[in-house]
């Protein structure tokens, strides 16, 4: 059984920082495409980072800069080191493994809130 188990979401201010965890089962990870996602209300849901097994790594415009994805393989986890965090970065974040050739085998987390409020 694959799960992906999301923690480390919260209420922070503006200019705060949070640290998401993405802790893999069934699946080691280092095998796969790691990204987080999020959605905020009435939005689509866009991807904000991404990792893959090789450690090179991709980020949304918006968060560049600001945003770390990284894995720690001997823990099975992958995490996401957000600073100087904006209101527009509300939203909630799902962590996602997506393997590049088994197309089939697409995992989502059950997500985490972030909320970025004065």
């Known amino acids: 059984q694959v799960q992906l188990v999301e923690s480390g979401g919260g209420l922070v201010q503006p200019g705060g920082s949070l640290r998401l965890s993405c802790a893999a089962s069934?699946?080691?990870?280092?095998?796969?495409?790691m990204g987080w996602y999020r959605q905020a209300p009435g939005k689509q849901r866009e991807l904000v980072a991404s990792?893959?097994?090789?450690?090179?790594?991709n980020y949304v415009d918006s968060v560049k800069g600001r945003f770390t994805i990284s894995r720690d393989n001997a823990k099975n986890t992958v995490y996401l080191q957000m600073n100087s965090l904006k209101a527009e970065d509300t939203a909630i974040y799902y962590c996602n493994a997506r393997h590049p050739i088994l197309s089939l085998h697409d995992y989502w987390g059950q997500g985490t809130q972030v909320t970025a409020s004065s």
């Open positions: 069934g699946i080691n990870l280092r095998f796969y495409i």
């Open positions: 990792i893959n097994s090789g450690g090179s790594t």
